[in-house]
């Protein structure tokens, strides 16, 4: 059973740093894409970054490139998003997804709050 499974999140200032991890069970996960999306309250999920398989390139949301990098290790099938200079509006549940055999896998999030 696949299982996606965030850690990292918390309560930080505005300007400060958190490294999500997103741990990956069940099967390896090293031939797909994997991404992070984020959900404030009261709007939409919506897409934060995504890193192709080997890890070679990235792509990001208009609103985090330059300060969000997304990174994987493979041999730990865990994907990884270093979020520097952090703002309130960056503040959402943050979730883990790979897309494996035409069916979205999410994990259970995990919140970042950033404090002004």
């Known amino acids: 059973q696949v299982q996606l499974v965030e850690s990292g999140g918390g309560l930080v200032q505005a300007g400060g740093s958190l490294r999500l991890s997103c741990a990956a069970s069940?099967?390896?996960?090293?031939?797909?894409?994997m991404g992070w999306f984020r959900q404030a309250p009261g709007k939409e999920r919506e897409f934060v970054a995504v890193?192709?398989?080997?890890?070679?390139?990235?792509n990001y949301a208009d609103s985090v490139k330059g300060r969000f990098t997304i990174s994987r290790d493979n041999a730990k099938n865990t994907v990884y998003l270093q979020t520097n200079s952090l703002k309130p509006e960056d503040t959402a549940v943050y979730y883990c997804n790979v897309v494996w055999r035409s069916i979205n896998y999410w994990g259970q999030g995990t919140q970042v709050t950033v404090s002004s």
């Open positions: 069940g099967r390896t996960f090293s031939s797909y894409a």
């Open positions: 890193i192709t398989s080997a890890g070679g390139s990235a």
